[in-house]
């Protein structure tokens, strides 16, 4: 695991309202109820344990954690939350956000309001562009996606695609594509589901009855993604011969106990694994369990949120608490396997170092 060392002009910086407090207020909204709202917590939990490794450091500043609930996919609460906090409460940057829509909701009023915007997961790639006062720790969908589908066109011929309808499940689709066609591979078909409450054993039927080589799936990582997988395994689509792949957020590390075998097998590519050997990412696990129980996983949420909070406390360091806001990843091909009786994404191959966004670099 490796920490994002990201800076914003000269580095991040907060609002000019706190260029001498020696409390830095963040405005942190995250999903903790509605569609995926178990992620949510390990978003904050992530903060508060970086924050509290590094507190020494401060110099003597405080951090004070304002925490909200934009209750999943809901930009119109997301804008709420973002303009009562930074208006009302006079947070000096925001923080946080699971979902791509509710991100491109708060941009503007980072903008207006000059307050850094640091995105800790929510994956789109055209988020980052919306306003300048934005940084984001996490990844995006075509770092995962246009690489998957590189490595996937010299192991197959033909391909389908299953994503939800929203940013991420686009960008998503359009990279695999992209990568899949580019290398010789022919897609056989591509289908959008709703975000929500999708019939997933019409659209596996489907799916089924083309008899591509292989499906790649996004969906929001979690729940959602432990009902595509059983769902593919029910319909038999394996034993029809088609393999099963898609970016790391189908098999986050926390909900593999919930799939069971029926995850065995799926190819991702991500940036990310909780089983991963490397000292830096088994330092951040065991860090994890020794605050959060021995039978607590990090996952790439929490990966997301840690590196924005070291962002967050390398800004405050480097400023001494003087704030002025105008001042201011290698990706790996892993499989699920079992490891000691538990199942874990194991790295299998190195598919390249992907910090750079192929899509603002093809989209150029």
């Not at 980052?128 to 590189?150: C, E, N």
């Not at 909070?309 to 790996?332: C, H, R, W």
Request: a positive charge; hydrophobic letters at 40%.
């Amino acid at each position: 695991m490796r920490i994002a060392k990201i800076a914003l002009a000269a580095a991040l910086v907060f609002s000019a309202a706190a260029a001498s407090a020696q409390t830095v207020k963040i405005g942190f909204i995250t999903s903790y109820s509605g569609l995926n709202g178990n992620l949510g917590p390990y978003m904050e939990r992530a903060v508060k344990l970086y924050l509290k490794q590094h507190e020494k450091e401060l110099g003597g500043v405080k951090v004070e954690l304002l925490t909200r609930d934009d209750t999943g996919p809901n930009p119109d609460k997301a804008r709420q939350l973002a303009q009562e906090l930074v208006v009302r409460d006079k947070v000096n940057l925001l923080a946080g956000v699971i979902f791509t829509p509710n991100a491109m909701a708060m941009a503007p009023i980072a903008t207006e309001a000059k307050v850094p915007f640091v995105i800790m997961n929510a994956g789109t790639s055209v988020i980052s562009t919306r306003s300048p006062y934005i940084v984001r720790s996490s990844f995006t969908l075509w770092q995962s996606s246009y690489p998957l589908g590189q490595w996937a066109s010299k192991k197959f011929k033909t391909a389908y695609t299953l994503v939800s309808d929203f940013g991420p499940g686009h960008d998503s689709e359009e990279a695999f594509i992209k990568g899949f066609t580019e290398g010789g591979g022919k897609m056989l078909g591509s289908v959008r589901v709703p975000l929500q409450n999708p019939d997933w054993a019409a659209y596996m039927q489907r799916v089924k009855d083309a008899k591509p080589d292989v499906l790649k799936v996004f969906i929001p990582a979690g729940k959602t993604a432990t009902a595509v997988m059983k769902n593919f395994s029910d319909l038999g689509l394996a034993q029809a011969g088609i393999k099963l792949i898609g970016p790391g957020d189908i098999t986050t590390d926390e909900e593999l106990p919930n799939m069971g075998d029926v995850a065995l097998g799926v190819l991702t590519v991500h940036h990310y694994s909780a089983a991963a050997t490397r000292p830096q990412n088994k330092a951040f696990v065991d860090a994890w369990k020794k605050e959060y129980g021995a039978n607590e996983t990090p996952n790439f949420v929490a990966v997301g949120a840690y590196d924005g909070a070291a962002i967050i406390v390398d800004a405050i360091k480097a400023l001494k608490g003087k704030l002025d806001p105008d001042k201011t990843m290698e990706e790996y091909l892993r499989e699920v396997k079992k490891v000691d009786g538990q199942l874990a994404n194991v790295e299998i191959e190195t598919v390249g170092t992907a910090v750079k966004d192929p899509w603002k670099q093809l989209k150029k």
